[in-house]
């Protein structure tokens, strides 16, 4: 793994398609820092016996109990891909760690068409390094396809695998000047829970024809 691919706490950054890898690792990290508690919730904040004179003891616990918020939600933050900042930016700025982890779980139990499509993109693109030896580019492609076999649902089919790479090599042939309209289809069924299928992708080509037409 190239340092580029690792974020600035070490562990793997999280993209769209290796929570599953990056989820244990985060878990260990925030562990060997003392800080695991702060995603689970498990310890509330503490509160002063008298709330309007709290002792000496009791301010250190609530700083500390700030303090150890903040390096997690930071710690969270570096940890994952531009990209997904953006899901977890106010929760951040909260000093939010729980929050933070809640998001990032869920979009990691919702793998859609796009996160699939970017995984064999990865896998496609693969190529030896002029220094890499066949057994560790062997491992780099068993661990591409083992993120992508990650994103796939129980319920995915031979048909659902049909379908996708059907609109997968398709929409991966059009010209650059249909990127954002690429970009555009997949998010947009991910969005609305219409099947990707060729069908589907029919339909967005007309409309797109037509308006480009009428421009």
Partial sequence: MTDS???ATGVPTLTQTNYDKWKPLMLAFLAMKGLRWTIDNTHTKPVPAIASVPTAVERREQRDWDSDRQKAAGLLYLSVHEDIRVDIETDHNNYDPVA???T???RGAQAKPADRFSALGNIVSLQQESD???LA???RCKNAVAEWVALLPASYTIENLKAELACWCTLR???DEYSAFSSNVVNGLDISGK???MDALRSAFNNEHSLRQNR
């Fill in 137 to 139: 580019y062997h491992a």
């Fill in 132 to 134: 890499e030896s066949l």
């Fill in 104 to 106: 990032l779980a869920t």
């Fill in 5 to 7: 691919e690792r974020s």
């Fill in 195 to 197: 099947t990707l299928d």
């Fill in 100 to 102: 933070m982890w809640t």
């Fill in 173 to 175: 042939g059009l010209a």
